[in-house]
């Protein structure tokens, strides 16, 4: 079974930067704290929001691993990981820069 061509998607910087930091399941708090190129909760919160928009990442409850039980409005409580999307845009993009 032969693999789809990918849609290219642009992202900007600070998506770049979350999904590179999620390669694991990461929790919101630690990638705010470790994102370098921003430090506004809220652009964080929308960066993460567009990654999962384009089903490049995906939340996941902390202390349930059910991906629809996600709050958006209580980020805090949820870790994000790459999705396989997000990791083959990964792979794509590595040498670009």
């Known amino acids: 079974m ?3 061509k990918v849609k290219v998607i642009e992202l900007p910087q600070l998506e770049e930067e979350i999904l590179n930091m ?5 929790s919101f708090s630690s990638i ?3 994102c370098e190129s921003e430090k506004n909760i809220n652009v964080v ?4 929001k567009n990654l999962i928009h384009y089903k490049m990442l ?6 349930n691993s059910l991906t ?4 958006s409005d209580k980020m805090q409580e949820s870790t994000f990981k790459a999705t396989a999307l997000g ?4 792979e794509e993009n ?4």
């Open 45 to 48: 919160s929308d960066a993460i």
């Open 22 to 26: 999620c390669i694991f399941p990461e």
């Open 87 to 90: 990791v083959e845009w990964m």
């Open 68 to 71: 629809w039980v996600y709050d």
């Open 58 to 63: 995906v939340p996941t409850n902390q202390v």
């Open 32 to 34: 705010f704290e470790e």
């Open 94 to 97: 590595v040498n670009k820069a």
């Open 2 to 4: 032969e693999r789809k």
